[in-house]
């Protein structure tokens, strides 16, 4: 996909043996096929394989070794990193949606923690390891006075989903600090773009709706601030520090990657209305609860150490993202909330 392949001229990933938890998600679809693309034999694990919606084609999912299960399941996550003799693991599978965590704490709990000690164990003792990439978020820095976040801004999630986070946030860095194992952490701002069929989400759900007629419907106030980083830029991130971990001893580290142009839930929708070319229709339900009300990351610590920068601008992302969904979606339907 045009904007999402980058590193191609280095041969650091040809036939490298990488697992990717998650593979078949938003962002692990988007990893998973620009470390193809770059000759990297990847294993995929996720609850649910070779669905319809992907940006996966038919052709890369055959190159894939696709496993279904859960990383809640330790023997199977062993016997996968130990048996083929894993190289890199990116930790991208989770229960990722906040409403879905608040309805149904336990499972939030059961997956992005438990999972993420699973991962680790099976690690641990595989002298085959070089890199663990965990996915953590934002939302482990919890609610802040002091903005924007820096890498060692206190871990304070309060809710489900934001306090899974922060646990496996710290259970990455005792495994650091006892066993000194090669796994860093990246906290990412809100990501969007080509491969997202999460209509929950604000971009992708406000795309649908400029572009279909259907009215949008804001379930907070509006004012809620966030930044917004495309998929590509993450994706690179994520490629650059598993390529430099070993190599600038980066264990133990974590990473904020975002764009540093925070937006209102507000102007953003209005940008993307703009953008589509279609008269700007939306309420305000003022419904959403347990959510913190402003977060945005700073990312020098990236740009400096990693040499890693947004590509995209959020106006450049969104235009990619409304041609994504102009050539892949009818808008006869009514635009799901």
Not at 244 to 269: H, T, Y
Request: charged share 25%.
């Amino acid at each position: 996909m045009e904007g999402l392949v980058k590193n191609m001229g280095s041969s650091f990933w040809l036939k490298k043996k990488v697992l990717i938890t998650g593979y078949e998600g938003f962002l692990g679809s988007n990893l998973t096929q620009n470390l193809l693309n770059q000759g990297a034999k990847i294993w995929g694990l996720d609850i649910k394989t070779r669905r319809k919606e992907t940006i996966l084609s038919k052709k890369e999912l055959n190159k894939i070794k696709i496993i279904k299960g859960s990383v809640e399941n330790l023997s199977l996550v062993s016997k996968i990193i130990k048996e083929n003799k894993i190289e890199i693991v990116f930790h991208l599978a989770a229960s990722a949606l906040v409403g879905n965590c608040l309805k149904n704490p336990v499972e939030a709990f059961s997956t992005n923690i438990e999972g993420t000690w699973n991962i680790l164990e099976s690690c641990r003792n595989n002298k085959h390891i070089k890199a663990i990439i965990i996915a953590s978020s934002d939302k482990a820095y919890g609610s802040q006075k002091k903005l924007p976040y820096l890498e060692n801004t206190p871990l304070a999630g309060e809710h489900p989903y934001d306090v899974s986070k922060s646990c496996a946030d710290l259970i990455a860095y005792a495994y650091y600090h006892t066993y000194d194992m090669p796994v860093a952490v990246t906290r990412c701002g809100n990501i969007y773009g080509p491969g997202d069929f999460n209509f929950s989400r604000i971009i992708p759900e406000t795309v649908k709706c400029a572009l279909s007629g259907n009215k949008l419907m804001i379930r907070s106030d509006g004012k809620f601030v966030r930044d917004y980083v495309y998929v590509g830029d993450i994706v690179n991130g994520y490629i650059m520090l598993a390529e430099q971990l070993e190599k600038k001893d980066l264990r133990g580290e974590a990473f904020n990657f975002s764009d540093e142009n925070p937006i209102n839930v507000i102007e953003l929708v209005k940008n993307i209305y703009k953008q589509v070319g279609a008269k700007t229709n939306y309420i305000i339900l003022n419904k959403a609860k347990y959510e913190i009300k402003n977060q945005y990351l700073a990312s020098a610590k990236a740009r400096k150490i990693l040499g890693w920068k947004p590509e995209y601008t959020l106006k450049d992302g969104i235009e990619r993202t409304i041609d994504w969904h102009k050539n892949n979606y009818g808008y006869s339907k009514k635009c799901p909330l």
